[in-house]
């Protein structure tokens, strides 16, 4: 029997702000344990959360990204389950009314775009951290992410492969860049998710029993955890098994999934409104003033780089996976607009792998460029005038970026200028066939492969500034005028 798999994904997001959802303590990662702590954020008696603006201004900047509707009014709950590293016994979420709801994500998924739906967005507090383990079998308790604020996206069952989760999950963590309120560093647990996967025979309209896979924190988590998920629950199918409805782990030294406890439902977290916090009334001024400083979208971007640059899929999605690369490419190419490919390669190539060298290409935004992105247009319109050559263009590159100069400058300064001019390309041509009589004579014998052993000696005499199509011709003819 042919299965179907039926996948959702809940996607934990660190909102990028100063401090706490509830309190003033900072939100910066790597401090010492409990070092960013107040009496709010431990739980202590007596304590009244207070509600950081900035949060709710995130979230309805998510919301309206990810075309969701924005509530007017809202209401924080409490989620009650007893944890260490949550001492309150219970967590601040958002359950009957959440900030926003039913909204959509577009995806790319086998050549094809695909709508995944939202369910709906809210608002809530992250937990500590809990050690296990640690020396003496002791379990360590570190409350420096207590009271961070997360946003929790909760999809729709709309996703029916591991490689569409993988595209959900990377094109919702590119527009919670663009919109600049996540960084989406999955190595620090600022963006994370829960997958719910099921499986049901092809044509079945039920759902089958769903199983939850917890913390998966990289694109290769998600994707690897799925795809062993639904290979399990077919083979258990097959077998006569029955799919227990659970809470899973995803063990990456084994890749396999193993249970973690039995699935809670929502009554089971006794959720009530939360008694000091009032609901959430948002203005609609409010939200159109935050509607208008949403920047342009990266799918909206990247159909428009393919309109009106000219450029492919891939180069499209490559240059919009950042907001600041796709800036910096439209930067160039006002600096250059005649060759939009051109530039489009040399942004994808030579700057990204400056990126990557000095590890800016893990950071959201970059503020230390390679080289300013007027510079590259000029060195690729330079390229395309016949100045330089592609060789050439790259030692250019190169000198740029180390020391900041125009590459007009540095072509001048180290006599980079291409030779097209033919009396000197004509007696670089004439010292190699006189010092090469041999190959001379056997291609005018009919070896006209030798040919690019001529262009490559005079290519070396010249330090590569012949330019090539002058130099093939001339060649050519010097050569042929024996035969």
């Known amino acids: 029997m042919e299965y179907e798999a039926i996948i959702g994904l809940e996607v934990h997001a660190q909102l990028r702000t100063e401090s706490k959802i509830f309190c003033g303590c900072s ?48 209401r924080w709950a409490r989620k009650n389950y007893f944890y260490p590293d949550l001492p309150k016994g219970y967590q601040i979420s958002m359950y009957e009314m959440p900030i926003a709801e039913h ?24 937990a500590g951290k809990t050690i296990h383990d640690a020396g003496n079998d002791a379990s360590l308790v570190d409350l420096n992410r207590a009271g961070v604020p997360l946003l929790e996206i909760v999809s729709e069952p709309d996703l029916r492969s591991p490689e569409e989760a993988g595209a959900y ?112 009334v948002v203005e609609q001024p409010w939200i159109d003033t935050i509607a208008a400083t949403l920047p342009e979208l990266p799918t909206a971007r990247r159909d428009r780089f393919m309109h009106d640059y000219s450029l492919p899929l891939y180069d499209a999605n490559v240059l919009t996976m950042r907001k600041d690369v796709a800036d910096y490419y439209e930067t160039t190419v006002r600096a250059y607009p005649s060759e939009p490919k051109a530039v489009s390669n040399w942004v994808m190539d030579s700057i990204l792998r400056a990126l990557k060298d000095d590890n800016r290409d893990q950071q959201l935004t970059s503020t230390a460029w390679p080289c300013p992105p007027e510079h590259l247009g ?44 033919e009396h000197e390309l004509t007696v670089q041509i004439d010292h190699v066939m006189a010092a090469n009589p041999e190959k001379v004579a056997n291609y005018r014998a009919g070896r006209e492969k030798l040919l690019q052993f001529f262009v490559g000696q005079v290519m070396r005499a010249t330090q590569g500034k012949a330019h090539p199509q002058r130099l093939m011709d001339l060649l050519q003819q010097k050569l042929a005028a024996g035969q």
């Not at 739980?43 to 007017?72: D, H």
């Not at 994500?105 to 086998?110: P, T």
């Not at 997958?195 to 998966?216: D, Q």
């Not at 180390?402 to 007009?408: D, I, L, Y």
């Open 27 to 74: 939100t910066k990662f790597g401090a010492a344990p409990n070092h960013h702590t107040c009496p709010v954020c431990a739980g202590l008696p007596g304590v009244l959360p207070v509600l950081n603006r900035r949060v709710v201004e995130y979230a309805i900047r998510t919301a309206l990204a990810t075309q969701c509707q924005v509530r007017r009014v809202s």
């Open 103 to 126: 909204g959509y994500v577009d995806i790319e998924a086998d050549g094809a775009r695909k709508r995944i739906r939202l369910t709906r967005i809210h608002m809530e507090e992250d």
């Open 378 to 421: 000029t060195l690729v319109r330079l390229i395309h005038e016949g100045k330089i050559s592609g060789k050439i263009a790259k030692t250019v590159f190169d000198a740029m970026c180390a020391t900041g100069t125009s590459p007009e400058t540095i072509i001048a300064e180290q006599e980079l200028a291409q030779v097209s001019n």
């Open 169 to 280: 999950l990377r094109t919702l963590r590119t527009v919670l860049q663009y919109i600049e309120v996540c960084d989406g560093n999955m190595e620090e647990g600022s963006l994370r998710c829960d997958a719910n996967v099921s499986i049901r025979p092809h044509g079945a309209r039920t759902f089958g029993t769903k199983v939850e896979i917890k913390n998966l924190n990289s694109f290769r988590a998600v994707e690897k955890a799925i795809s062993y998920e639904i290979h399990r629950q077919q083979r258990a199918t097959h077998m006569g098994e029955t799919i227990v409805q659970e809470t899973r782990l995803w063990d990456a030294n084994r890749e396999v999934t193993r249970n973690m406890r039995s699935k809670e439902s929502a009554h089971d977290y006794r959720y009530f409104p939360d008694p000091d916090l009032l609901p959430l």
